[in-house]
């Protein structure tokens, strides 16, 4: 889980998405990643539910500059520091990691993803897989190599989607009626 931002929304968002994630019985660690902004309060708050707080310093977002030079980017505010999402790339203490965004609520136990490959999305359709789902081996030169790649790969949103979805370009094949 990735907080960013002082919002209560998305702090009560977290709350909500980490007691569905504990009705389900898992017995996964709950990491939540946590940018200099996020108030002290907003962390224990957060590990008096339960969570493993850990912050991490804010990437900053090169489609923002990008836009400010004039170049066709897309960049929106509010995604300004998704590219935090980066860093569970860094999370080497854990074989597997499964990334949620902090809308998402588990309605059923979400263990058997751990035993995904090295990396692992759900498609939004056909050409996009979504970010707000995904399961990943952490390592941290990935995480370096993503992290120097991010000035020279462009993001059709100006946010982790965009970047990701270009990072690692899938190829889904569709299939037609036999």
């Known amino acids: 889980?990735?907080?960013y931002n002082q919002s209560s929304e998305y702090l009560l968002a977290i709350r909500?998405?980490?007691r569905s994630l504990r009705r389900t019985g898992t017995k996964a660690d709950v990491v939540v990643l946590v940018s200099p902004n996020v108030k002290a309060e907003t962390r224990q708050v957060l590990?008096?539910?339960g969570a493993i707080v850990t912050e991490v310093p804010n990437l900053a977002n090169p489609y923002k500059a990008a836009q400010a030079q004039g170049e066709p980017q897309r960049y929106?505010?509010?995604f300004e520091?998704?590219?935090?999402?980066?860093?569970m790339w860094n999370l080497t203490q854990?074989?597997?990691v499964v990334y949620l965004d902090a809308d998402n609520i588990a309605l059923g136990n979400l263990d058997e993803l751990f035993d995904c490959g090295h990396f692992c999305a759900v498609f939004m359709n056909p050409c996009n897989f979504h970010t707000g789902l995904?399961?990943?081996k952490p390592d941290t030169k990935q995480f370096n190599h993503m992290v120097e790649s991010l000035p020279f790969i462009g993001s059709y949103d100006g946010a982790d989607q965009g970047f990701l979805t270009a990072f690692f370009p899938f190829k889904v094949r569709v299939r037609?009626?036999?």
């Open 94 to 96: 854990y074989e597997r």
């Open 1 to 3: 889980i990735n907080l």
């Open 16 to 18: 909500v998405m980490m």
């Open 134 to 136: 995904l399961v990943i």
């Open 176 to 178: 037609g009626p036999r």
């Open 81 to 87: 520091f998704t590219l935090n999402k980066l860093y």
């Open 47 to 49: 590990r008096q539910d």
């Open 76 to 78: 929106l505010a509010r």
